[in-house]
């Protein structure tokens, strides 16, 4: 946060996780009328302070909700127009479209799935993101030609519960049969 916000501000807070919870709280610092400084304690006492803080936060019972509400005032929307590069308008146009994208069922299904196998199976929290990122790995993957021409993942398709079988007759594709 201090050593970003500027940059995560002129891209439109495009790519930051947690955006939700750290743009209100830009807002709410720059609608400060006294300036705001931030020191780094390294002392072992602060940290073991702060440690069982965080600590007592996340063990409490007590539900707080934070306003998250942004000052209009001092939000300023959308991405920078002056010395952004192209990666960062696409990055932004695809984050858009996917907050309007309704998810698809199964595959929601079959992500939840797979995040608490590995859970078990493995004892270590994935988060969707992991998960779809590790689809294209080149160890674990297996590509299978498309009738398009292109070849994407096995497991990628998968878990988009998206593969089909084809049936050829005399060498003539006839049939696409959805696998279950």
């Not at 007590?62 to 590069?85: F, I, M, R, W």
Request: net charge positive.
């Amino acid at each position: 946060m201090t050593k970003k916000l500027r940059t995560w501000e002129d891209q439109g807070w495009t790519g930051v996780k947690e955006q939700h919870v750290l743009r209100p709280l830009a807002t709410a610092l720059r609608a400060r009328s006294g300036k705001t400084t931030f020191r780094v304690d390294d002392a072992d006492a602060s940290l073991a302070a702060a440690q069982r803080l965080a600590n007592q936060a996340c063990n409490g019972n007590q539900v707080s909700n934070a306003d998250l509400t942004l000052d209009e005032d001092y939000h300023v929307p959308g991405v920078k127009l002056c010395g952004t590069k192209q990666k960062v308008f696409y990055k932004s146009i695809r984050e858009k479209k996917n907050r309007k994208r309704k998810p698809r069922a199964r595959t929601e299904k079959r992500i939840k799935q797979v995040t608490a196998d590995v859970l078990r199976d493995f004892d270590r929290a994935v988060t969707p993101e992991e998960i779809w990122t590790s689809t294209k790995s080149k160890d674990i993957s297996y590509n299978i030609p498309q009738l398009d021409g292109t070849t994407p993942p096995l497991i990628f398709l998968h878990l988009l519960e998206e593969h089909r079988a084809v049936v050829v007759i005399g060498g003539k594709v006839s049939v696409h049969l959805p696998v279950t």
